[in-house]
Every structure is written in C-alpha cells, then in structure tokens.
C-alpha cells in the first residue's frame, strides 16, 4: 500500500520566549488517515496544531502539508492551503448572536462569491451530514455541547477540506456526545476521504478511530505506531499514560 504523506513535519523546534516546548518532532501524516497526537497536559498538542495551520512559525525544521513548504510561506501564500484545512476548536467558538445556518455560512460569505442560494444549499448539506437539519435556525445558547462541536465540524467542512484538525473533541461531551462525535469523524474519512488529525487526551476516543498515533512529553514523541504498538513501549511514561487514563475510564 503507497499512501500519500499529506503533513510532513520534520526536525520541528520551538518555543516560547526561551522555554523549548517541542524539540526535534518529526512525523507524516498519510491521506485518509485518523492520526492521533497524544500526550498530557502542557506537553504541546494545542502549539503543534498552530504550527500546522501556520498561525506560529517554528525556531527551526520543515512542515510540508499537501506538498506545500508553510513554514516559508507568509500569510497571503498560506490563503490557499488554510481553504484546504477545517479546523474544530476545542471550544466550538460559534456566534452568540447568529443561528446555526448564519454561523457555518461565514467562511463562504468571507471566501466566495458564490449566490446566497448556492451558500444556503451547501450550508444545509453540511447540516445534514452532522445530523443536525432540524436546527439551522437555532441560536448557539439553544444547542447542546454535543449539537455545538457538530455545528463547529459543519462549519470547519464548508469549504470541503482535504485536512480536519481537531483540539480536545470530547472535552466537555459526556461519552454517549462522545462516541457519537467519533462516530461522525469517522464518517467523514470514509465518506469524504478527508485527512483527520485529533488532538487529546482522551484515550477512549483514540482507541475508537486513530489509525495510528503520536505520543508527546519532555518535548519529544516519546512512542508513536498504532495504539497496539504504543502498548509495547518499554518506556515508563508511555506506560505511566495508558495505566492513568484506563483507570480513569
Ligand atoms: N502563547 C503562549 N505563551 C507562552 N507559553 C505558552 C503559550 N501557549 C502555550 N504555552 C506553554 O507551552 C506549553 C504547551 O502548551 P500547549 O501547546 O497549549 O499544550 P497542550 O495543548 O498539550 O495542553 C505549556 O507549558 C504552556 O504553558
Ligand atoms: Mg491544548
């Protein structure tokens, strides 16, 4: 099997002010792939996915994402590639005082000229894949946490990306949302052969859809295959994590 390495990180050094936070991360990430960057709190997962969306430029290293050199590009040349990539806050950061509708329109009133029956045909499509057709009209303040992150995965598709970043998905969802909004990641791979890069903490979700992983800590990946092959790691943080997070669960 020849998969197509779609991010292409190499060498990455950063920092903030003189803090290291990441040093020497390398990794590749292949099309149609649930890849899953692990690790605990304050390790680096928030900053590596700044860096992937280009909003942070590294100290030192490469990230190639769909062959396209970003850590060189300035912000005019990265328009293109951000129109290629959907990005789910951890917070779903939807208007207050738009509806549903209003609020994953907005990248195409911003990036198109596309006619407003075109935009409200595409808006209602991304609606009805997130399994949320009935609520076009709502108001943030009248959708559960669960509803918020789906408005926020239709809002992130509208563009069709070929890359889905997501930070922390779960946070906040109990597991019943969870393994609901897992279930709806997974479709979307399948379904629209996007790219889907997750960040968390949460290892019943990355159980349920990472085709592979990267783990994190002391600024270095630390373990990275499968989560099978991640189990076989000698090293007692790796080991530390998958003890502490089953007992959790
Ligand atoms: N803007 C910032 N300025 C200074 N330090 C930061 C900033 N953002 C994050 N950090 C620090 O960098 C480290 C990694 O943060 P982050 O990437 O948010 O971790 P994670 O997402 O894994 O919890 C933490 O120690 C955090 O305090
Ligand atoms: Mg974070």
Partial sequence: MNKKAVIEVKDLVTSYDDK??????????YEEEIFAVLGGSGCGKTTLLRHLL?????????????????????????QPLREQIGMVFQGSALFNSMTLAENVSLPLEEYTDYPSRVIRDIVDWKLHIVGLDHARDYLPSE???????RAAIARAMVMDPKLLFFDEHT???????????????????????????????????IRRISDRAIMIADTHI????SIKEME?????????FFMQHDMEE
Avoid at 176 to 199: F, G, H, K, P, S
Avoid at 222 to 225: K, Q, W
Avoid at 232 to 240: E, K
């Fill in 20 to 29: 290291i936070v990441l040093d020497m991360i390398s990794f590749s990430t």
């Fill in 54 to 78: 280009g909003l942070i430029k590294p100290d030192a290293g490469l990230i190639s994402i769909l062959d396209y050199d970003i850590t060189k590009a300035n912000d005019d040349e990265m």
């Fill in 143 to 149: 959708l559960s946490g669960g509803m918020k992150k």
């Fill in 171 to 205: 946070t906040g969802l109990d597991p019943v949302m969870a393994a609901e909004l897992d279930r709806i990641i997974v479709r979307l791979r399948d379904e629209l052969n996007i790219t889907v890069v997750v960040v968390t903490h949460d290892l019943t979700s």
């Fill in 222 to 225: 630390i373990a990275s295959g």
């Fill in 232 to 240: 076989q790691s000698g090293d007692s943080r790796v080991i530390n």
